[in-house]
């Protein structure tokens, strides 16, 4: 069975970059779609990327565009998110998830009640 867990995550200062890592355990990860999503409190969560089985698609979220990059490694079983040129309304916890599918077409939008197993979360703060 599938499991995911994030890491990485911390505080960083408006601008700085970081990175989050989703690690696959129970199965291997190239055989799933997997997705970031991220809460903020008292906010609905919400989609950010995802990535195809193969890495050939990606999508992301408006609000991330040119600046998030999702990476995906099957040998190393790891979906990592490349977050660059942090602001402070990315902060929230992050999640990683499998997922039905991951279309190249438009913005990320597979809502996160489609999400299959999801991993713990980990907490992201852009502040100075």
């Known amino acids: 069975q599938l499991q995911l867990a994030e890491s990485g995550g911390g505080l960083v200062q408006p601008g700085e970059s970081l990175r989050v890592i989703c690690t696959a355990s129970g199965e291997r990860l190239d055989y799933y779609v997997i997705g970031w999503y991220r809460q903020a409190p008292g906010k609905e969560r919400e989609g950010v990327s995802c990535?195809?089985?193969?890495?050939?698609?990606?999508n992301y979220a408006d609000s991330v565009i040119g600046r998030f990059m999702i990476l995906r490694d099957n040998a190393k079983n790891t979906v990592t998110l490349q977050m660059n040129n942090l602001k402070p309304e990315d902060t929230a916890v992050y999640f990683c998830a499998e997922i039905p599918e991951c279309s190249p077409y438009g913005s990320f939008s597979v809502p996160y009640a489609r999400a299959v197993t999801w991993g713990q979360g980990i907490q992201v703060t852009v502040s100075s």
């Open positions: 990535v195809s089985t193969s890495e050939l698609i990606t």
